[in-house]
Nanobody
Framework: QVQLVESGGGLVQAGGSLRLSCTASGRTVSRSNMAWFRQAPGKERTLVAAVTWSGKSTYAPDSVKDRFTISRDNAKNTLYLQMNSLKTEDTAGFYC????????????WGQGTQVTVSS
């Protein structure tokens, strides 16, 4: 089993920055793709950014790709999300996820960390 714990969320003014971290324990995630998702109240959970197990390839949707950067440190079993130029519409719960090496589905989830961006 994999346990994921997010940290780094908080309250920030629009235009500010935050760095989220997600630390894995229980089983190494060095062979798992990993991703950040977010969910605002009343909305579906959506993908924010993803990174392959090696860290060599990343993906982020157009809405955040110029502002958010995903990275990972497999030696530390930790995933990061650097968020710059935050907007009020970025306010959401942010969730870390790891894929099951068998099948590739995102089976493992953290409890989430809240990011609130004020105007």
């Amino acid at each position: 089993q994999v346990q994921l714990v997010e940290s780094g969320g908080g309250l920030v003014q629009a235009g500010g920055s935050l760095r989220l971290s997600c630390t894995a324990s229980g089983r190494t995630v060095s062979r798992s793709n990993m991703a950040w998702f977010r969910q605002a109240p009343g909305k579906e959970r959506t993908l924010v950014a993803a990174v392959t197990w090696s860290g060599k390839s990343t993906y982020a949707p157009d809405s955040v790709k110029d502002r958010f950067t995903i990275s990972r440190d497999n030696a530390k079993n930790t995933l990061y999300l650097q968020m710059n130029s935050l907007k009020t519409e970025d306010t959401a719960g942010f969730y870390c996820s790891a894929s099951n090496p068998v099948g590739g589905r995102y089976d493992y989830w953290g409890q989430g960390t809240q990011v609130t961006v004020s105007s």
